[in-house]
């Protein structure tokens, strides 16, 4: 697995058991060439969003994974615990710690899946908040508006008026939102081909990637890399915690 933080990438080979923590603006990229059971919790501002995959190793990319969400989970006792691993993570400390606040932080999500918070947001925002969920964990795959009404059983007009009403933008236009500020990272981060960032970034056209990037961050990706190479990308924060 190669995790990338602050422009600099390592690459670490977490063995079974092991739990694999990746603090805000960084981001990980496994290497699926071989058999594994991978348990992902991603800590977003809005979501508590968790993947379970399961990968024979046969192919480059795992064709699917088991996918859930706890909407509106991020404070509390998460929160808390978190805090927590990220102060452990930048003083690089030994000892069991690390262990026992991650098997708290799996408690805390459990608990959480057994019984949701009572206060919850109506109904339009939760969905609307759970398809941008499921478009960031996808959105290397191809994904639009058809397959994510399908996939939530939704008519494909009732997605485009959540994104109009809940996001004041329409849904393709976020999909390339979060797939431009992954190609910044990927950009800055890796010595990748354009290519290739855009194929990992669900283009499959490598010329219309290049303009949809243009139009979004003023640069062509030549440029942006060129500029920003070494420098860290804001993005929301996120932290996530991969279990093998």
């Known amino acids: 697995m190669e995790v990338a933080h602050n422009g600099r990438s390592d690459v670490i080979r977490p063995r079974r058991g092991h739990a694999v923590f990746v603090p805000d603006n960084a981001w990980n990229n496994p290497d699926w060439t071989h058999p594994v059971h991978v348990l992902t919790f991603l800590f977003g501002a809005k979501h508590i969003g968790i993947s379970l995959v399961r990968h024979d190793g046969r192919s480059a990319i795992p064709a699917s994974a088991l996918k859930t969400s706890i909407p509106g989970a991020y404070e509390g006792l998460p929160h808390s615990i978190l805090n927590g691993l990220m102060l452990l993570a930048t003083e690089d400390a030994r000892g069991p710690l690390a262990g026992l606040l991650t098997e708290a932080l ?10 949701p918070q009572a206060q919850r947001s109506r109904k339009a925002t939760r969905t609307y908040e759970s398809v941008c969920l499921y478009i960031q964990e996808n959105f290397q795959r191809e994904i639009t508006r058809k397959s994510i009404a399908e996939h939530f059983r939704l008519a494909p007009n009732h997605v485009s008026r959540l994104f109009r ?10 999909i390339n939102i979060v797939r431009v500020n992954r190609a910044r990272f990927m950009l800055q981060t890796y010595e990748m081909t354009l ?50």
Not at 205 to 228: I, M
């Open 165 to 174: 009403k809940e996001g004041l933008m329409n849904c393709n236009d976020y």
């Open 195 to 244: 290519k290739e960032i855009a194929a990992k970034c669900g283009y499959r056209d490598t010329a219309y990637f290049c303009r949809v990037f243009k139009k979004l961050s003023k640069v062509t990706p030549t440029q942006y890399r060129t500029q920003h190479s070494g420098v860290k990308t804001e993005r929301p924060p996120k932290r996530r915690l991969a279990l093998t």
């Open 106 to 115: 799996l408690h805390a999500c459990l608990r959480l899946l057994k019984d």
